[in-house]
């Protein structure tokens, strides 16, 4: 393997990387947003936005710097898969920028109801849109070189099928990441939805994993060869016990455990797509050599992101340490600190933990 080969292997490990941390933080606050639309008690979706309040828009930063990464290590793959992505991230570009709004003009809002649904829709839509861009991945970019042919020419079932099962995982992450935020009635719900999105997001692996290397040759000459058998074999392994853990500890009115394994269950099925695509960043038509970028750039962006990554990682866990605990009950029913009158009430997602929910007060 020659130096750009490995630099290509080593941005393609990276990237991933990038892609999985960004999945699993952004991916349960979106799913808080979709199982927002299935709430009906405004104070009881005060209370699941106020769970992810502080750490939701930090997450999103992951998805900017693997955008950025991806335009500077493979700028083919940018150009093309965007091109015919055009549509999907387009969506996906403005789910995130109505939830982000809709978040904040609810904290001030006399009537919340819009603003929560706006929330919702965008957190549904920006889901959707994120699997029916797998989807479309998987099943191969209609790409000539490096063009891609349009952005019309490759939607089928295939990636709506792969769309419903990333927004279900995301309810998923979200509902079992609100079990550990919550209590009573809250909680209880949150659990029934997450065994609904589970079964609905199981259904829709288990199609995904049959039908790719069925219809893909590529996919099921990796899986189904010697020696990559040996070391594949184990991820569909892991999936189905992290699966039955999962329902049992939903089963048992487990806590933590629902959140523990639904993360193992996405990185089990990251790990075997990634190893599925390899060596290309689009199938069939454009491999990691042809799409690099130079090897100066490469090592150039190797030491500027290798530098700011572990940043993120200490910021993104201080966020995490700070507003861990569980969420105060009925954070929007005019809640406020004892102040003078004339003073301003502070925004009713100020808080920091459950030890810090004291200084409230119901008015």
Same mark, same amino acid.
């Given at each position: 393997?020659?130096?750009?080969?490995?630099?290509?292997?080593?941005?393609?490990?990276?990237?991933?990387?990038?892609?999985?941390?960004?999945?699993?933080?952004?991916?349960?606050?979106? /799913?808080?947003?979709?199982?927002?639309?299935?709430?009906?008690?405004?104070?009881?979706?005060?209370?699941?936005?106020?769970?992810?309040?502080?750490?939701?828009?930090?997450?999103?930063?992951?998805?900017?710097?693997?955008?950025?990464?991806?335009?500077?290590?493979?700028?083919?793959?940018?150009?093309?898969?965007?091109?015919?992505?055009?549509?999907?991230?387009?969506?996906?570009?403005?789910?995130?920028?109505?939830?982000?709004?809709?978040?904040?003009?609810?904290?001030?809002?006399?009537?919340?109801?819009?603003?929560?649904?706006?929330?919702?829709?965008?957190?549904?839509?920006?889901?959707?849109?994120?699997?029916?861009?797998?989807?479309?991945?998987?099943?191969?970019?209609?790409?000539?070189?490096?063009?891609?042919?349009?952005?019309?020419?490759?939607?089928?079932?295939?990636?709506?099928?792969?769309?419903?099962?990333?927004?279900?995982?995301?309810?998923?992450?979200?509902?079992?990441?609100?079990?550990?935020?919550?209590?009573? /009635?809250?909680?209880?719900?949150?659990?029934?939805?997450?065994? !609904?999105?589970?079964w609905i997001m199981l259904s829709a692996a288990a199609f995904v994993t049959i039908a790719t290397p069925?219809? !893909?040759?590529?996919?099921?000459?990796?899986?189904?060869?010697?020696?990559?058998?040996?070391?594949?074999?184990?991820?569909?392994?892991?999936?189905?016990?992290?699966?039955?853990?999962?329902?049992?500890?939903?089963?048992?009115?487990?806590?933590?455990?629902?959140?523990?394994?639904?993360?193992v269950i996405f990185l089990a099925s990251f790990v075997g797509l990634t190893a599925s695509l390899y060596?290309?960043?689009?199938?069939?038509?454009?491999?990691?050599?042809?799409?690099?970028?130079?090897?100066?750039?490469?090592?150039?962006?190797?030491?500027?992101? /290798?530098?700011?990554?572990?940043?993120?990682?200490? !910021?993104?866990?201080?966020?995490?340490?700070?507003?861990?605990?569980?969420?105060?009950?009925?954070?929007?029913?005019?809640?406020?600190?004892?102040?003078?009158?004339?003073?301003?009430?502070?925004?009713?997602?100020?808080?920091?933990?459950?030890?810090?929910?004291?200084?409230?007060?119901?008015?």
């Open positions: 393997m020659d130096i750009h080969a490995f630099l290509a292997m080593i941005w393609y490990l990276l990237l991933g990387f990038i892609l999985i941390l960004y999945v699993i933080s952004d991916g349960f606050d979106l /799913g808080v947003g979709i199982l927002v639309l299935l709430e009906r008690d405004e104070g009881r979706r005060a209370e699941m936005m106020a769970g992810i309040n502080g750490i939701w828009d930090a997450n999103e930063t992951w998805l900017v710097l693997f955008g950025g990464a991806l335009f500077g290590a493979f700028p083919a793959i940018y150009a093309a898969a965007l091109h015919a992505l055009y549509i999907p991230v387009s969506l996906m570009l403005f789910g995130l920028i109505l939830r982000g709004a809709a978040f904040g003009f609810r904290a001030h809002a006399r009537d919340t109801r819009p603003w929560t649904l706006a929330f919702g829709v965008g957190s549904l839509l920006a889901a959707l849109a994120q699997g029916y861009a797998l989807g479309g991945v998987i099943g191969g970019l209609p790409v000539d070189g490096a063009q891609a042919a349009g952005i019309g020419s490759w939607p089928s079932p295939f990636p709506a099928i792969v769309s419903a099962g990333v927004a279900a995982g995301y309810a998923l992450l979200g509902g079992t990441f609100m079990i550990m935020k919550t209590r009573s /009635g809250l909680q209880v719900a949150n659990r029934r939805r997450s065994r !609904y999105a589970a069925a219809s !893909y040759g590529y996919v099921g000459q990796r899986w189904f060869s010697m020696p990559d058998f040996v070391f594949l074999a184990p991820l569909p392994a892991i999936a189905l016990a992290a699966a039955f853990l999962l329902l049992r500890s939903l089963e048992r009115d487990c806590e933590r455990a629902p959140f523990v394994w639904t993360l060596p290309y960043l689009i199938p069939t038509r454009l491999t990691l050599d042809d799409a690099a970028a130079s090897s100066p750039t490469l090592v150039f962006m190797l030491v500027g992101i /290798g530098m700011l990554i572990p940043i993120m990682l200490v !910021y993104n866990g201080y966020q995490y340490r700070v507003f861990r605990g569980r969420v105060p009950r009925g954070p929007r029913v005019a809640m406020r600190r004892a102040e003078p009158p004339g003073a301003v009430a502070p925004s009713p997602f100020n808080y920091r933990s459950h030890a810090d929910s004291s200084r409230w007060t119901q008015g």
